[in-house]
């Protein structure tokens, strides 16, 4: 959807190493997301992006940082992975004003 | 604090009747909502919006209901069909405060099931 590329797909890792998660659009989108869905949560924001170089924090940022250098791409970093970032991890993109969001089919990451 | 609650774990419907989707939200910035589906190893796929100045928004199967005044939303399909059974998101935004951003706010999902 809206040319939303996330990699990995999956991913196991220890706890204490870094994660960087890869979100790639080819839509030319303004606006950037990183979400995190856990039983029972739905989904909640992390970080976003309105343009190159222009982040924000969002609901569940502690842990998490987040660079934009180009356009189409968003990158997510875990700069030490605790097993409470167990979980899976969307992107979305958007034009802004009346548009919505549209989400990439998600990042399976397993921290053990 | 939960600020979009769907308070439906899960809905079980017949095939060609009507299935309505709950919301309930309690910011009142927030100024725009959307209803998004979701099947399994997928990501969420938008659905159909609704801004505050407007009641109602309708596209094809798919009619959003808005009460302000009550804090709640719903999502009508019909008729209903197999391949609508997923999981169903709200979400909200208060883009006017929010400065356009658009992070959203989800609640945590209904489960419809569509019955043959």
């Known amino acids: 959807d809206a040319g939303i590329t996330q990699s990995p797909r999956h991913k196991v890792t220890e706890t204490g190493t870094p994660v960087t998660l890869r979100c790639h659009q080819t839509?030319?989108?303004?606006?950037m997301y990183w979400y995190r869905q856990d039983p029972g949560h739905g989904l909640r924001l992390i970080h976003y992006?309105?343009?190159?170089?222009?982040?924000d924090k969002g609901e569940v940022s502690d842990g998490y940082s987040v660079s934009r250098s180009k356009t189409e791409d968003f990158l997510l970093t875990l700069e030490s992975a605790t097993s409470s970032q167990t979980s899976v991890y969307f992107c979305?993109?958007?034009?802004?004003?009346?548009?919505?969001?549209?989400f990439g089919d998600g990042t399976r990451l397993s921290i053990l | 604090d939960q600020q979009v609650k769907q308070n439906s774990p899960s809905l079980s419907v017949q095939e060609g009747r009507i299935s309505i989707l709950n919301c309930d939200y309690t910011?009142?910035?927030?100024?725009?909502f959307l209803w998004y589906k979701k099947y399994p190893a997928e990501g969420p796929t938008f659905l159909i919006s609704?801004?505050?100045?407007?009641d109602k928004n309708e596209d094809g199967r798919f009619t959003v209901f808005l009460n302000k005044s009550a804090k709640h939303l719903s999502l009508h399909i019909v008729p209903s069909q197999p391949g609508d059974s997923a999981v169903y998101f709200c979400a909200a935004s208060a883009r006017v405060s929010g400065g356009g951003a658009d992070g959203l706010t989800f609640g945590k999902g209904t489960h419809l099931i569509i019955q043959p």
């Open positions: 979305a993109t958007s034009l802004g004003g009346d548009q919505p969001q549209h």
């Open positions: 839509e030319n989108h303004r606006y």
């Open positions: 992006s309105y343009g190159v170089k222009d982040t």
């Open positions: 609704i801004s505050s100045i407007k």
């Open positions: 910011n009142s910035m927030f100024d725009y």
